[in-house]
Every structure is written in structure tokens, then in C-alpha cells.
């Protein structure tokens, strides 16, 4: 199923628009690409016309129940939302497993009435007022934690659809996911997405709606570390690397156990920060950004480790 999309040339400062879901057409030409498609992607035109015009929230029934918690639950992965997709000259490869951490930060809009009733990309109808959301690469179906950063607020939801794609974000939420992280009236935030791995209880449990995380982070100096080292936080300006987070803190110490005992020489650079949600293991602070991406490539290389750089 295309994901959405919205208009290019709606200012992001005052976007109320929801986000459009883009047309599939087999007789467009192919964009141009720096590199050549993988075998068997699929390509994806983008259709960028506006969701609606004026309020994208006129015509919603506000009477409807909103689902305010789900439970993540183990289910197989749609066959077809695996195989790698072209959109505007880019080849994206979705995940075909639930691998875990995952963490991501960015914008998030949300879609609504439009594209209510509508088959997404897992072949299931779109539910506005049902916790779901639609993610580039994140299997479908599966389970992520959102948290919007500006307020605290955070939940759970269900991927069942492919985008966005065309502005710079990394999710669009369900009208009734949106309304509870109270990002209708500006459509956009910027958020932390938390893949959930179902097989772990922990994890798993449900979250009620709009939890506002009230636990300050801490905020110690670095230093020298050891394995049983107490929280740090990070510098405000600095370069890091995240290679962890966890639900439970004993599943970050292990993590930062086994960075040690293969690479030892990282233990005055690796730091386990708690950010009021999960436990995260991070290394850093670099000068710079090109030694960030060498410490990130061994930790893939060397510890098979997702690796996502960030700056403070």
C-alpha cells in the first residue's frame, strides 16, 4: 500500500495539515537515482496535493471513543512489506524482524478522516480512532512507544502502515494516537519512537494513553566507568552514538557488560543514561561527527549492534 504524503510547500511552522498519502502509478516514469534499484523494489510515485483545505479536523465525529491502551502481541510479519520500495529516487529497506533497540527521534505529523476506511500497506482498514501509526522501515505489524518530547506525553501504538515520506519525518500517527500526544493543533512534533519486542513481558505491558513522564534525568559529570556505574546524563553539547535502550536497567547493564568485555577500550566513552522512559547505552561525547560514525560502524561490525548518532 503507498504511504502518505503532504504538500511540499506547506510551511512545517504552521502546518495544520494532516499528512497525504501518496498515488502509485506503473506508467510513471522511474525518478532519477544516484544508485541503481535493488532487484524487485518497488516504486512509489508521490502524489504531494494536500490531505483537505481548511480545518483537517472538520468533520470528525468527536463522540467517537478514542482507544486509549493497547497490549503488544506477537504476530507474523505481513508477507510483501519486507521487500525493499523506491520513493522520489531513494531505496528503502524495511525491517523483516522485530529487532530490538530500536530508537528513533524526529517529526511526527498525523493523517485522519481522509484516508479513514482506506486498506493500509498491512491490508487492514485505517481506524482514525485506533492507536496505529505508519513507519518507513518498522515491520508491520509491530508495536513502538512514542513519546512526545515537548510535553512528556507517551503511548503505545500499532504500525500497520508504510510513510512518511517527502518533508522531514518519521512517522505519522492515527488521529486518535495524535489527540492523546496533543499534537492535533500544531500537526507536528518532534518525538521518540521505541520499537517493543513483544517475546519480552517487561515490555510488553500495556502503557495507558498519554502518560506524562514526571522523573527528572539526572545529570552527573562523566568519568571513568565500570560495569556497575551509576546513571550519568550527557553533555548539552556533544556528538553521541546510542547502541541501547531498555525497558528494564538489568537489560542495559548487560548490554554495557558485553561492550566491555569485547571492547574494553570503550569504557571511557560509553555512558548509561536513564531519560525518564528507558534506560539507554550511549557512547560519546566526539569532537566530531566522522569519529561518531567510526565508533558507530564498529559497533556494528563488531557487536552487531543498531547504532544511531545524535547530537546535543
Known sequence: MPPRQTAPSTPSSAR????????????????????????????????????????????????????????????????????????????????????????????????????????????????????????????IPSYARVTNLSNGKTLLVRVNDRGPFGRDRVMDLSYAAAKQLDIIRQGLAKVEIALIDPSQVNAAAPLPSSQTNTKETATPAMGTLTVTRQLNTLAVNGIYVQVGAFGQEENADRLQQRIFSIMPETQSLVNKVYNGKVFQIVLGPFQDHALAVQAASQMRDQLQLPALIFSR
Not at 483545505?53 to 506477537?74: F, V
Open 16 to 139: 495544520q495539515i494532516p499528512a497525504e498519502r501518496p498515488a502509485a502509478s506503473a506508467t510513471s516514469p522511474a525518478p532519477s537515482m544516484s544508485a541503481p534499484p535493488l532487484n524487485g523494489a518497488k516504486l512509489i510515485n508521490i502524489d504531494p496535493k494536500p490531505e483537505t483545505t481548511g480545518n483537517p479536523t472538520d468533520g470528525i465525529d468527536l463522540n467517537i471513543p478514542l482507544e486509549t491502551s493497547i497490549t503488544p502481541r506477537l504476530e507474523p510479519i505481513v508477507q510483501g512489506t519486507t521487500r525493499p520500495y523506491i520513493v522520489n529516487g531513494e531505496t528503502i529497506l524495511p525491517m523483516s524482524a522485530i529487532t530490538t533497540p530500536f530508537i528513533q527521534t524526529g517529526h511526527a505529523s498525523w493523517y485522519g478522516k481522509k484516508f479513514h476506511g482506506r486498506k493500509t500497506a498491512s491490508g487492514e482498514i485505517y481506524d482514525m480512532y485506533k492507536l496505529t501509526a505508519a513507519h518507513r522501515t518498522l515491520p
